[in-house]
């Protein structure tokens, strides 16, 4: 034990009293700073336009007076934990309209009509890639060559000045040399580490908006110890090609080219790739859009079909219905030509007209329009399936590089993951069937108020809100789980190979 505190101490201060340390810790806090002043002035701005944005919804629900106008929203709260790691916060939908005859879905075409789905982000790409500059990318590229530069010349440098054999000759076993080197250059990244993250919290708490609770602080905690790992993984790989070289140059040279490679890369080309030869195939954008409105022209048969078969041919008749047919997204100019079809009705002397068999119409052929919205849902979200099958595929030879798979697993604990973008989208469908339910069982598109208020409003005040729940700790660690085990696969085997190859080391 003795001896191991003695490499400890030896390894610790050998890196705290070097240039490199002092370099490195000013280098990490101040890029850490500057990255947490801007995160936390874009979480404002996100913040404050989301507050604005949900105050306008409620003041437009205000003067909903029929069950046919309500046009309720999702929309994506900032997570404050994205001033660690931006990750998708900035980018795709983040509010969701929801309509009847509206599906949910995203397309990356530009198309008319207003989707339902609605981006934020600005239209400047620069602007953006500043943006995804946060404290994990910090990590991930400035503490990971800096964890290259304390363990190339640990084995390789003492070779080439002797005083590894003079260790050698003091009869320390060798496993306790290589874990006492490890150890040691581990404690000395540490407090880099740490107080990267402390003022990180610091600068993120002095916000007049930022407020974390129990639940993000325990987040914020296992960002560090995944750092850590990930740092550890580093240093290791710089320890065993330490062993493996001859001179501290060549570790050196090695190393980096090893950092570059897996940090810079090789992510972009596996992205690359996988855009360029797919594989998994699927039709065009443009042709799932062709497609639906061959949707709606079923639709517009099979209630066509129920009027007939009621004997409701002459409707109009009695009561003047004059639906109003929007259409948009192909091109065509009319019919139901587009992605979704909605109808807006003109009756004339409401209050004096025998509105009944109106009303079993619409009771019928509302509830049919949810469901064909459902079937053009399904056909237009193929193309965003397909991707992120691509994309998940990317993901899976991404992870063959720890530094996208640290990434991984703290996106995953932050919350600003993929998944949990798909997330919200898939809450905004299953808000829209909540919204549907609840129609349903107030029996309100049946009702005298889905067209006309001379009886009574639309009653409201228990319409849903969409709830966009964020993940507790466990589920946070659950999901982010293959990541973290994959580092601490990665730390095990780069030990051990290094703990073997220095057993085997001939200084000859």
């Known amino acids: ?95 969701v309209t929801v309509e009847l005859g509206k599906p949910v879905f995203e397309l990356s075409l530009p198309i008319g009509g207003g989707a339902p789905a609605q981006k934020r982000g600005s239209d400047n790409p620069f602007l953006e890639m500043f943006l995804t500059v946060d404290v994990v990318f910090i990590f991930k590229i400035v503490l990971s060559a800096l964890a290259i530069l304390f363990a190339y010349n640990t084995i390789s440098g003492e070779r080439e000045d002797g005083t590894l054999k003079l260790v050698l000759s003091n009869a320390i076993p060798r496993d306790t040399i290589v874990l006492g080197k490890y150890l040691g250059g581990m404690l000395s990244l540490f407090p880099i580490v740490l107080m990267s993250l402390i003022v990180a919290l610091i600068i993120a708490l002095s916000s007049r908006v930022t407020a974390f609770d129990s639940n993000d602080i325990a987040h914020i905690v296992l960002i560090f110890a995944v750092s850590l790992l990930y740092v550890s993984t580093w240093y290791l790989l710089g320890l065993l090609l330490s062993i493996w070289t001859k001179t501290a140059a060549t570790t050196l040279i090695l190393s980096m080219f090893i950092w570059v490679m897996l940090t810079s890369v090789h992510s972009n080309v596996v992205a690359f790739a996988v855009e360029k030869l797919p594989p998994y195939k699927s039709n065009p954008e443009s042709a799932a859009l062709q497609s639906t409105p061959d949707v709606w022209d079923q639709f517009k048969k099979e209630r066509d079909a129920y009027i007939k078969q009621r004997g409701y041919e002459k409707i109009t008749h009695s009561i003047t219905w004059e639906p109003k047919t929007i259409s948009t997204g192909t091109g065509k100019s009319s019919g139901s030509g587009g992605y979704y079809f909605v ?166």
């Open 343 to 508: 109808e807006s009705y003109s009756i004339i002397s409401v209050d004096s007209a025998d509105t009944a068999i109106f009303q079993e119409l619409l009771g019928y052929q509302e509830q049919l329009r949810v469901e064909y919205a459902n079937k053009v849902e399904a056909i237009l979200n193929k193309p965003a399936e397909e991707r992120e099958r691509n994309a998940k595929f990317a993901d899976m030879l991404s992870r063959i590089s720890f530094a996208d798979t640290y990434d991984f697993a703290v996106g995953t604990i932050t919350g600003t993951d993929r998944q949990r973008y798909n997330d919200f989208i898939q809450g905004a469908r299953a808000y829209k069937r909540e919204i549907v339910e609840y129609l349903k069982d107030k029996e309100a598109f049946s009702s005298r108020a889905w067209f006309s208020d001379d009886k009574g409003a639309a009653e409201l005040t228990d319409l849903p809100v969409f709830q966009h729940q964020r993940l507790s700790l466990s589920e946070s660690l659950s999901r982010a789980s293959v990541d973290v085990l994959i580092l601490v696969a990665w730390n095990i085997v780069l030990f051990m190979t290094a703990y073997v190859s220095f057993l085997r080391y001939d200084m000859s």
């Open 1 to 95: 034990m003795a001896n191991l505190w003695f490499v400890i101490q030896r390894e610790f201060v050998s890196n705290v009293l070097t240039s490199r340390f002092m370099i490195g810790f000013i280098v990490c806090l101040l890029s850490t700073a500057v990255a947490v002043f801007v995160q936390v002035d874009d979480y404002e701005k996100r913040l404050a336009g989301y507050n604005t944005a949900f105050r306008e919804a409620e003041t437009a629900a205000q003067k909903w007076n029929l069950y046919s106008k309500i046009k309720p929203k999702a929309y994506r709260k900032p997570n404050p934990l994205s001033i660690f790691n931006v990750g998708t916060e900035n980018f795709g939908a983040n509010t």
